[in-house]
């Protein structure tokens, strides 16, 4: 994997030998299946706040978690990227391990996606152009992320995402067939247990751009296996508002045949920058912030809760 950047790398050194102890704990953000997170500060430094993450390991060793956790951590660990939550330490008592991570308080995706309805074609492409810059960070590290939907996708205050719960995310050196993930965002390959890699990151972009530009995911029924029918027949209904770049983006990204599928033939990543629904997007200046984001949330003081941060696990099989 590539080397951490200097300042994150600074940060992190410097927050080694830190114990609970050391900070200051404030109210939960987010509450999971394995225990919460917390809004803390060091307490020599209270100008810094970060976000807890406390699991219980009990509940972790009954739900069998304790690789995707181990994962999740040595991933997390290894990445340095503007659009990926930053973890800066962890560390271990007898009940709970902790996860000490960058603070983002500016809501997630799912809230404003939300409140709006849906999304605008150059909101949206605004967004994806970001989810695809982290997917080709990631698949070039060899890691699969495998938990994109918009309850991942927390929203800085400069109003660019940050990519958060590495839980289902893995290195891979050859396909997988663990069956993980939300169940309108799966892709076949994953339902059909035939083995799965990068592509299924791909498919699931699909399925969160079509459901910015919408409001709601292409595949739903309120029973999972009615959902997994859905995606295993690939119908899908495109409302009359829908973009024709667009909606030639979704159709080649939610392709059954991994091997046919937009980000897994010929440039990669690449073919889907180049594609239409993207014309008029400067990638660098993406990549360097330098675009001015549709939503700049309003947020509060560091230790006011404005917008909750949900930490949501669900459980591998």
């Not at 067939?177 to 247990?193: D, K, R, V």
């Not at 599928?261 to 990543?269: K, S, V, Y």
Request: glycine share 8%.
């Amino acid at each position: 994997m590539a080397a951490v950047g200097g300042e994150t790398a600074a940060l992190r050194a410097s927050l080694q030998s830190s114990t609970l102890d050391d900070y200051n704990m404030f109210q939960t953000l987010g509450t999971g299946t394995f225990g919460r997170v917390r809004l803390c500060s060091l307490k020599d430094d209270g100008g810094k706040v970060f976000a807890m993450k406390i699991l219980l390991k009990s509940e972790v060793i009954r739900l069998k978690q304790q690789e995707h956790i181990r994962s999740e951590r040595n991933i997390l660990a290894a990445v340095d990227h503007p659009f990926i939550v930053t973890l800066y330490r962890t560390f271990q008592d007898p009940l709970r391990v902790h996860m000490l991570l960058e603070y983002v308080n500016g809501g997630e995706v799912f809230s404003h996606l939300r409140q709006a309805g849906r999304f605008s074609k150059e909101f949206t492409k605004f967004y994806i152009g970001q989810i695809v810059l982290v997917l080709q960070y990631l698949h070039g590290l060899g890691i699969v992320y495998r938990d994109l939907k918009p309850e991942n996708l927390l929203i800085a205050q400069n109003g660019y995402l940050k990519i958060t719960d590495f839980g289902f995310a893995k290195e891979l050196k050859e396909d997988t067939w663990t069956l993980c993930g939300t169940p309108e965002y799966l892709a076949p390959e994953i339902i059909q247990s035939k083995g799965h890699g990068m592509a299924v990151d791909w498919w699931a972009m699909g399925i969160l751009m079509y459901e910015m530009l919408c409001g709601y995911p292409p595949f739903y029924d309120e029973n999972p296996f009615g959902i997994y029918q859905k995606i295993l027949v690939g119908k899908i209904d495109f409302p009359k508002h829908f973009d024709d770049y667009g909606k030639d983006l979704v159709k080649r990204l939610l392709i059954a045949d991994k091997t046919q599928r937009l980000g897994c033939i010929l440039d990669g990543a690449a073919d889907i920058r180049r594609h239409k629904f993207f014309r008029g997007v400067d990638w660098h200046a993406l990549a360097g912030k330098q675009i001015q984001a549709p939503i700049v949330p309003q947020v509060c003081p560091d230790h006011m809760l404005c917008f909750p941060m949900i930490f949501s696990v669900l459980t591998c099989r």
